[in-house]
């Protein structure tokens, strides 16, 4: 065998298993350090604002920090707050108004009974009365299966449901423990933030530092492109579902579309957690025009995200639009409602690797010194 082919292979095998191993070390290694991993990514967040603070308002950088660090906290928080207070006043409205809807869907739940059901089952009684005493004993067996199916799924659902309670409240002391090591770590790193890219810039080679420069550049642009395009897609839907209940004079058009705004980030659910009963209730109700214009209002508001999402994603992330598209198919395929996050990610540290000049590095590297 040609030995440069034999060397070829054996680079290629190389840098395989390098790439291989590193990325299940990564995997490994973040479930043991995810806390200053989050803080690494907190750090990096507000570390403009730390250096605004050190160099405009002359404040020590420990204490701009700090102060950084107080901003995000308190933004959070009144975020929540203010969440918290539109369900609040929500739950109120509907602790007035449900009532009313109940007694009106109990009497339409009694009306078909004694309408539709009763009939139907007299029906079926006679019927089951003509067959046969095989055939009689084969449904009554057919239906006791399907009883024991429901009955073993629901009982099944209800345990599980009751067992991940305790996991529950277990994960938050959890949850507090990391948030303050998060919070801590997130100090420290951002304190001594150029002291920490010093000794990485004396630890990388020109050429890794060059590189890695780029690849930082790319995705620090891509991140924050896909934030914006997120939050973009996030207010179109807002919009057009508070101009929609406006048009059908639903009352609390605003908080309605607010939350349902901010529902619509869960991947693939979106706005249909909320659509989708309302409509249904309504239809049940008897109210048919809010149905039928909730539900032109859902097929608006699904087509516009179907269309702009890919466009809004490409533009803001720096990706042609078909590929974009395609990663998003092939992410939800791969990783569910994960992969729709996970898709786009990956193609834009593909796309930033590849104009970095990785992959040309890596088969130059395969190709060596006789190509």
């Known amino acids: ?52 603070f050190e160099k405009r308002a002359k404040m020590p950088r420990a204490l701009a920090v ?31 108004v449900v009532p009313q809807h109940l007694d009106t869907l109990i009497d339409y739940i009694e009306t078909y009974f004694t309408a539709q059901i009763i009939p139907f089952y007299n029906q079926l009684t006679s019927i089951f009365k003509q067959l ?21 799924t629901v009982g099944t659902f209800i345990k599980n449901l009751f067992g991940n309670i305790p996991n529950f409240f277990s994960w938050i002391p959890n949850a507090a423990t990391v948030l303050i090591f998060s919070l801590l770590a997130t100090f420290f790193i951002s304190k001594d933030w150029q002291r920490f890219a010093t000794i990485g810039r004396r630890l990388l080679p020109k050429k890794a530092q060059t590189s890695g ?15 914006k395009a997120q939050l973009t897609l996030i207010s179109i839907t807002t919009v057009i579902i508070l101009i929609g209940l406006l048009i059908l004079r639903v009352d609390y058009a605003i908080t309605i579309a607010l939350l ?29 025009g809010l149905a039928i214009g909730l539900g032109i209002l859902y097929i608006i508001v699904l087509v516009q995200r179907q269309i702009m999402e890919p466009k809004i994603l490409s533009s803001s992330i720096g990706l042609d639009p078909l590929a974009t598209l395609i990663a998003l198919f092939v992410g939800f395929k791969l990783f569910g409602f994960l992969g729709l996050i996970i898709g786009p990610v990956t193609l834009v540290i593909i796309n930033t690797l590849y104009r970095a000049n990785v992959f040309h590095d890596l088969w130059a590297f395969i190709k060596g010194k006789e190509a």
Do not use: C
């Open 132 to 152: 046969g005493t095989g055939q009689q004993d084969t449904i009554i067996e057919n239906i006791q299966n399907v009883g024991k199916t429901i009955g073993t």
């Open 260 to 288: 349902t705004g901010i529902v619509d980030i869960i991947p693939y659910l979106g706005t249909g957690a909320v659509f989708v009963p309302w409509i249904i209730y309504e239809a049940i109700g008897g109210d048919m």
């Open 213 to 227: 420069r780029t690849v930082f550049v790319d995705l620090k642009k891509a991140l924050f492109g896909f934030i």
């Open 66 to 96: 700090v102060v950084a660090l107080i901003i995000l906290i308190a933004v959070f928080a009144g975020l929540v707050t203010l969440l918290v207070a539109e369900v609040v006043s929500g739950a109120n409205y509907l602790a007035k």
């Open 1 to 52: 065998m040609n030995t440069k082919y034999l060397y070829r292979t054996l680079r290629f095998f190389f840098v395989v298993g390098v790439v291989v191993f590193s990325l299940l070390a990564l995997f490994y290694i973040s479930k043991i350090t995810y806390p200053f991993i989050i803080a690494l990514v907190i750090a990096f967040t507000i570390n403009p604002l730390v250096n605004f």
